[in-house]
T-cell receptor, first 111, second 115 residues
Framework: GESVGLHLPTLSVQEGDNSIINCAYS??????FIWYKQESGKGPQFIID?????DKRQGQRVTVLLNKTVKHLSLQIAATQPGDSAVYFC??????????FGTGTRLTIIP | GAVVSQHPSWVICKSGTSVKIECRSL??????MFWYRQFPKQSLMLMAT?????????EQGVEKDKFLINHASLTLSTLTVTSAHPEDSSFYIC???????????FGPGTRLLVL
């Protein structure tokens, strides 16, 4: 079946550096992608989204890049802070509301 | 806006009892809500889609008689874990979207521990 997966299960980044979290998806029909942040013991929190008619979208300190040719999605976090430590999930959907989640990447910020 | 709440946040129960978890959209109406289950260090697994005024749609492998879902209003969906057993212990999370085709907003989750 279709799936969304992440290349790196863990990522450690020095505080102040930029972080890049990657995600591969297999359903070429996917038209909407979302990044969520989940802190320990909490529900996922929306970070940023992007539709398939775009290849880049920026938010506050975050940028999502979409490469439909290779079915790859990435989340860039600028100037990472201790509060950025969490598990990050990508999710995709295609035409309906059901989300398919990736396996998650744990981001650890080194002081 | 787009706040989703869950109650309770955690529950401990004895094996064989039933547990009800509530999911509410606080500042918007949601004709569709979703229930997920998450084991430690794993991703979210969709259990079912809760539809206001109609039966829930369950994912393959999820027992509908075990996990009863009721979506009685546009702001409330409930998940009842019937005759809970220790293997039902997990983190249960609900989500809802304001508009079709837009992002879902998640509740804070309910941690269930069955002894």
């Amino acid at each position: 079946g279709e799936s969304v997966g992440l290349h790196l299960p863990t990522l450690s980044v020095q505080e102040g550096d930029n972080s890049i979290i990657n995600c591969a998806y297999s359903n070429s029909a996917s038209d909407y992608f979302i990044w969520y942040k989940q802190e320990s013991g909490k529900g996922p929190q929306f970070i940023i989204d992007i539709r398939s008619n775009m290849d880049k979208r920026q938010g506050q300190r975050v940028t999502v890049l979409l490469n439909k040719t290779v079915k790859h999605l990435s989340l860039q976090i600028a100037a990472t802070q201790p509060g950025d430590s969490a598990v990050y999930f990508c999710a995709e959907t295609y035409g309906n509301e059901k989300l398919t989640f990736g396996t998650g990447t744990r981001l650890t910020i080194i002081p | 806006g787009a706040v989703v709440s869950q109650h309770p946040s955690w529950v401990i129960c004895k094996s064989g009892t039933s547990v009800k978890i509530e999911c509410r959209s606080l500042d918007f109406q949601a004709t569709t809500m979703f229930w997920y289950r998450q084991f430690p260090k794993q991703s979210l697994m969709l259990m079912a889609t809760s539809n206001e005024g109609s039966k829930a749609t369950y994912e393959q492998g999820v027992e509908k008689d075990k996990f009863l879902i009721n979506h009685a209003s546009l702001t409330l969906s409930t998940l009842t874990v019937t005759s809970a057993h220790p293997e039902d212990s997990s983190f249960y999370i609900c989500s809802a979207g304001r508009l079709v085709g837009e992002t879902q907003y998640f509740g804070p989750g309910t941690r269930l521990l069955v002894l």
